[in-house]
């Protein structure tokens, strides 16, 4: 007998439950793929520091490289423990619109938001770094960890809630004309590069400068014997690690718009460092166009200083300019590292690194290029009462931010310098960081690295005295063989 199969009737109740279940599971399927891109994206943010490192350890004098590297990862581990205990709980726990009170010591926290804390991290980690930079070879190591928990614990993530969480005071913004004007710092302009830049400042003002920086006169002396190979490995990686640093702020690429967003940031990443790069290294080039002993070494560094000005410059507006933006951001901020370097010079301030020219400078005109070149509210596309009120309200959260830093950054070095835990004695900073509140190993190495180079000169000198010698010895024998001529012609 021939069965006949019965149709399965789905009801339109069956229908709906089906269609919400498939919605659930892309939703699902949606968010664990951004939030394991957003993993990917923030550890290779991460490696940043080693960036940081690098560029660190290459600006400092011969001999001083270990310490500075120990520095750097100190200060890396204390900020994440700031972070972890009060850090996030400030920056985005709560709906205040100045400070956040929740989620001390991730206590609460729903797992699903460790994610979350994980790419918020790197971001204050990146601040910390800026801000302990200008203090090389002459702080002592309590100040560095004191320094880098307080801003990964408390300087960064107040900032970061009043622009970057939407109950925040910059981020709510005010109403002009029925449009909201909100704060525009897309990766972190002012809100990371601002914040370490300025406490980097108060902190070179404070510690003052390197024994033998600048002369009698007032004029800066170079530093000799700096590792800019190593410099320029550390400017690779930064370089590298800005394009994921800035993408890294668009938490979501599931959609169409999604890519299309982050393909604009990625290339008006690499225009803008570009052209900081180049402009830098023309500035210098031009200056130094007579100079004859260590301009190879000069012309790097402006070159590797410019490109993360130019960097810097363009985190707040990545995603909203257009290519040829991009790169007057990038030529701008390259004179601006160039310009504040000057003046902090003359200033004669000491900063190792450049923080301040790269990160201070370059970060507050990134945010105010934002209210000139945005191309849905900037002054260059529409001249109206919203764009100018964005300009005014990007300036007003500089301010901001600046002050804050300041204040608290002043206190800060105020009470280690009470106690005695900020400078380095004279006596120790002479004979090196080694010798003082680090650790026997890096004494260990320093002493070794010291002794070769005694050893080298030592040796250059012996090399001179025989090379002059001999010298000598044929400057006789020419005169002896010109005595005897003119005898033989009498």
Known sequence: MNSTTVPTIVTTTQLAQLVEELSQRAETTTTNISQGLLIVVSSLIFFMQAGFAFLESGAVRAGKEKPVLFKNFLVLCVGNLAFWATGFAFGYGGTNPFIGDRYFFLINLGQNNYVLWLSNFVFAATTSTIATGALAERAKLVSYLVLSFFIAGLIHPVVAHWAWTEDGWLASGIKVDNVTVTYADFAGSGVV????????????IVLGARIG????????????EKTTSTSAL????????????????????TRTQDTITVGRISVNTLLAGSAGAITSLIFVAVISRKQKSNRDSQL?????????????????????????AAIIIGIVAGLSHRSWTKVILKWKID???ESVSVHLGAGIWGVIAVG????????????TRASVVQLMWNVVGLLAIIAWTAATSAILFGVLHTFNLL???????LKGLEGSSWSRAAAVSGEKTNAMTRRRR??????????????????????????SVSTTAV
């Open 193 to 204: 590069h601002v914040t370490g830049g300025a406490a980097a400042f108060l902190g070179a």
């Open 213 to 224: 920086r600048f002369n009698d006169m007032g004029q800066p002396v170079p530093i000799e």
């Open 234 to 253: 550390g400017g690779f990686i930064l370089f590298f690690g800005f394009l994921l640093f800035i993408s890294g702020r668009n938490r979501s690429v």
């Open 300 to 324: 790097l560094v402006a070159t590797l200083n410019g490109c993360l000005a130019g960097l810097v410059a363009i985190c707040a507006g990545a995603d909203s300019v257009h290519a040829y």
């Open 351 to 353: 900063d190792p690194v």
């Open 372 to 383: 000139f070149f945005d191309f849905n509210r900037g002054l260059l596309y529409n001249w």
């Open 423 to 429: 400078h380095l004695s004279r006596a120790d900073e």
């Open 458 to 483: 030592r040796m250059q000198k012996q090399r001179s005295s025989v090379e002059e010698e001999a010298a000598s010895v044929d400057e006789e024998k020419k005169e002896s063989r010109g005595d």
